[in-house]
């Protein structure tokens, strides 16, 4: 394609992205076959946004929530973290070429705004997965420690509750032993991105999230930073006590750079006879980074 087409064609690309974005008005209903198109259209705006400061924070946080649900997508609907990456670069390249007082951009920006004025606003959102869900709470108590980013898992008897939680939004794992037992340690091991070149998911494991790790060779081991009597607000329902582990926040930056479809181990330590007992829990990432950027 020539650089003339190119030129023609920049209005009816920009406006197509101010169209595409205004499905987002109901950002929880399906993300169809056409994901690709809509993780292109919300990159390209996305950058635009950061180089040319088109929004006020809310509208740019609720674009990046809604870029990050359609990498997700895109990744569920077949495509490779190598074509997907592609694609993003494309968007970028396409966004750097356009002036800030183009008015191609200017109005593609107005449409932005008007579709996400009602998002931006939005207290809580909750991101479906193929197993499970993560629900997100903008509202945020000065004095009581609740889940702003949360995701329940049971493995046999026990519960866990995993996310972010409070106003630091810090990396917490809340978990409930039917026995009694209390472990003395906890790890998230997550697949390490550096090192690997996509998602290990044995299709023999069908939904369950244990077939969707990555080996531990192959993966980042983070250990708990403090361990305490878990808060009411932080418990599983129908809970009285539980234990409450913090991670470095690094955790949640590795989560955010996986696929959707793969799962973190979060591994308990107990004290046994010689080595070590453990237990282990595992956690869908499914939407982990949509709702992240969700609560900025």
């Known amino acids: 394609m020539t650089s003339v087409q190119h030129h023609k064609g920049r209005a009816r690309q920009w406006i197509a992205a101010a169209l ?11 993300m169809a076959a056409n994901a690709g198109d809509q993780l292109y259209e919300r990159t390209l705006m996305t950058a635009a946004d950061g180089r040319c400061r088109l929004f006020a924070p809310a509208i740019s946080a609720a674009l990046d929530a809604a870029r990050a649900q359609a990498r997700g997508a895109t990744l569920r609907s077949g495509a490779s973290e190598q074509q997907v990456q592609a694609l993003e670069q494309r968007a970028r390249a396409k966004a750097d070429g356009a002036a800030c007082n183009s008015p191609d951009l200017t109005t593609a ?4 705004k008007k579709a996400f004025e009602g998002y931006a606003q939005m207290q809580t959102m909750t991101y479906p997965g193929d197993v499970a869900s993560w629900k997100a709470e903008r509202a945020v108590s000065a004095t009581i420690p609740v889940w702003r980013l949360s995701q329940l898992s049971a493995f046999g008897a026990d519960r866990l509750m995993f996310g972010l939680a409070g106003r630091a939004k810090a990396v917490t794992a809340v978990a409930t032993f039917e026995n009694g037992q209390r472990p003395y340690a906890a790890r998230i091991i997550v697949r390490d991105t550096n090192r690997t070149q996509g998602p290990y ?14 080996p531990r060779n192959a993966s980042l081991v983070f250990t708990a930073e403090t361990r305490e009597e878990a808060p009411a607000t932080l418990l599983p ?10 991670f470095p926040t690094a955790v949640a930056d590795a989560m955010s750079e996986l696929d959707p479809r793969e799962a973190v181990t979060v591994e308990f330590a107990f004290p046994g006879r010689g080595d070590e007992m453990t237990r282990r829990a595992y956690v869908e990432v499914g939407d982990f980074a949509a709702g992240r950027a969700f609560l900025r």
């Open 20 to 30: 595409g974005l205004l499905a987002l008005a109901a950002p929880a209903a399906s």
């Open 109 to 112: 920006a107005t449409r932005v």
């Open 201 to 214: 998911i044995d299709p023999r494991g069908g939904r369950a999230l244990s077939a969707k790790v990555a």
């Open 237 to 246: 329902v129908g809970a009285k006590t539980g234990l409450a582990f913090r």
